[in-house]
């Protein structure tokens, strides 16, 4: 160990008698450092959490891409089955794809009534991951034991309706205004799932059913669908697909992008994740300066040493660069201590849920956390530069104290 290390790090541990407040000043400078640096990367775990659970359930339930048709006149696709063999060659990043029948329905039990869209899938369930937010019962469209199919509604709907697993539900559909020669088209089903993605826009709007059966109830022709659904191998390229998808296509046909779909989702999401960083980044910015007053009352504490050291022929570059490493090391400790607090933090709320949330205002019942080893490296560097900065100018003024002045300092 050299010099310079050697006197900061005597400095450091503070074991000089009578020294309690300049040890309380440490402490606290310590403290500052440790808040600011755990509040930001608990914020940005935070941030990344929610990022990811949100863009999961949009991505697991909604497709990539939707292609439909623009035409008034015919407003389903007439031979979804050519269109989609031709995506399937000319196209190798779709991994999935499938036509799917939907359009809107009553749905009734017993006691209850309600408006909803009905989703003709097949009997895996498509394109989506559904089946991880199925709750209570199963994912299941077969045709079951009493002769009916299933089908899986969410939670919302399921208690706006007071129904849940093995209940009959009633669902007609109508085209056009009703009368004695434009009866409705009825069909029961049997409740097999109920999924909670904990977002409204899918739990309170979609009921899932086997294709057929919706084919049956909007009475389209076989081969023709409401739209075709498209999954991509890789999540990252949905944005870029869209020039090599759009082109492809020529009216009437329309590709829509899950990003514009719940476009509002995505800008929120992201609005959290630009903005959350560099609100709490100030909380560092102001412990790395709260340094200065720190290792100038280090320096006020030490000045006769300053002299001593001095008057032996120490050069001001080697008395400046011990008090730069003494208030390097306070941040050091303090990184070290913020590092800690972020991942017990996470690790807490990751094993118990300590800070639960209204999931209809949050689409989620507890805070995630998702902290990135990325963060912790920049966070470190970010703090380490500017406590350094911080400890500059008091460091400046020590090597530059007079030694003759700072010998008989307190006579």
Known sequence: MNFEWYLAFRYFKGTRKGARFLSFIKIMAITGVAVGSAGLLIALSVVHGFKSTINGKVLGFAPHYTVSSQSFINPTLQRADTLISYLEQSLPEITELQPVIQGQVMIQTRDNISGTILKGVNETGGVSD??????????????????????????????????????????YTIKGVPSLINSPEIKQFIITGIYQTGIDQFDDVFVLTEREQARSLFQLQENE????????????????????????LSFPFFAESILVKFEGI???????????????????IVAAFNLIGAVLMMILERTRDIGVLKTMGTKSSVVRKVFLLEGLLVSFAGLAFGITISLLFAWLQSEFQIIP????????SYVPVEPHLFDFVIVAAVTTFLCGLASWIPARIAAKTDPLKVISYGR
């Open 357 to 364: 949330l209204s999931q209809e205002n949050y689409y989620m």
């Open 225 to 248: 669908a409401n739209a075709i659904e498209i999954r991509l191998g890789n999540e990252s390229n949905i944005e870029d697909f869209e020039d090599k998808l759009s082109p492809s």
């Open 130 to 171: 559904l089946k991880e937010y199925v709750n209570f019962g199963e994912f299941d469209l077969t045709r079951q034991v009493n002769g009916m199919y299933g089908i899986v509604v969410g939670s919302k709907l399921a208690d706006l309706l007071s129904t849940g697993i093995g209940d009959i539900v009633t669902v």
């Open 266 to 284: 995505f800008a929120w999401v992201e609005l959290q994740e630009q903005m959350i960083p560099l609100v709490i980044a100030v909380m560092i």
